[in-house]
T-cell receptor, first 115, second 111 residues
Framework: DAGVIQSPRHEVTEMGQEVTLRCKPISGHDYLFWYRQTMMRGLELLIYFNNNVPIDDSGMPEDRFSAKMPNASFSTLKIQPSEPRDSAVYFC?????????????FGEGSRLTVL | GEDVEQSLFLSVREGDSSVINCTYTDSSSTYLYWYKQEPGAGLQLLTYIFSNMDMKQDQRLTVLLNKKDKHLSLRIADTQTGDSAIYFCAESIGGNNDMRFGAGTRLTVKP
């Protein structure tokens, strides 16, 4: 398996622009997580899905952030409009409910810079 | 406290042992984990321990769990330069798949 695939790996954009980050989880994994990593706040859980249904989005910072999972093999995290404080590395991770509880498989991350 | 707490930095010499400490929050956590993040990469599960154990050894890695104090540690024996990375302590909250991570300890191994 190719692992969790995220795109783009790097994105530089200007304040006010829309940003869409994409994730393909490992086939057969029924949980998908979006995390944000910054030096100041460490690793923060934004939202997670189980069987494509959002379970907990309490970590989503504000209405500018939205996440969807239209099918089992694809998820997006959208920021509109983007702000400089959104600059971070965004990780997608997936997990199978049948494996070791908590064994998350992470993608390589999408590094977002908002100017 | 509300957060999983770790010290942010640790520096050791090659060949020495490294000990990374963590205090977690939820006494009902079933599993506790150590994840490793190498530069430019995502986190990878390094090892985990069942909450009914107090020690787990896996080659150069030893995990110690003190449930009374909610304290978890990771010991790396004979630390190598390739062990330089950020190490995250994590717990699963309330038995579900909601993972809570510490801020990570950046381990630097000097030759």
């Amino acid at each position: 398996d190719a692992g969790v695939i995220q795109s783009p790996r790097h994105e530089v954009t200007e304040m006010g622009q829309e940003v869409t980050l994409r994730c393909k989880p490992i086939s057969g994994h029924d949980y998908l997580f979006w995390y944000r990593q910054t030096m100041m706040r460490g690793l923060e859980l934004l939202i997670y899905f189980n069987n494509n249904v959002p379970i907990d989005d309490s970590g989503m910072p504000e209405d500018r952030f939205s996440a969807k999972m239209p099918n089992a093999s694809f998820s997006t995290l959208k920021i509109q409009p983007s702000e400089p404080r959104d600059s971070a590395v965004y990780f997608c991770a997936s997990l199978t409910g049948g494996g070791i509880a908590g064994e998350l498989f992470f993608g390589e991350g999408s590094r977002l810079t908002v100017l | 406290g509300e957060d999983v707490e770790q010290s942010l930095f640790l520096s050791v010499r090659e060949g020495d042992s490294s000990v990374i400490n963590c205090t977690y929050t939820d006494s009902s956590s079933t599993y506790l984990y150590w994840y490793k993040q190498e530069p430019g990469a995502g986190l990878q599960l390094l090892t985990y321990i069942f909450s009914n154990m107090d020690m787990k050894q896996d080659q150069r890695l030893t995990v110690l769990l003190n449930k009374k104090d909610k304290h978890l540690s990771l010991r790396i024996a004979d630390t190598q330069t390739g062990d330089s990375a950020i190490y995250f302590c994590a717990e699963s909250i309330g038995g579900n798949n909601d993972m809570r991570f510490g801020a990570g300890t950046r381990l630097t191994v000097k030759p």
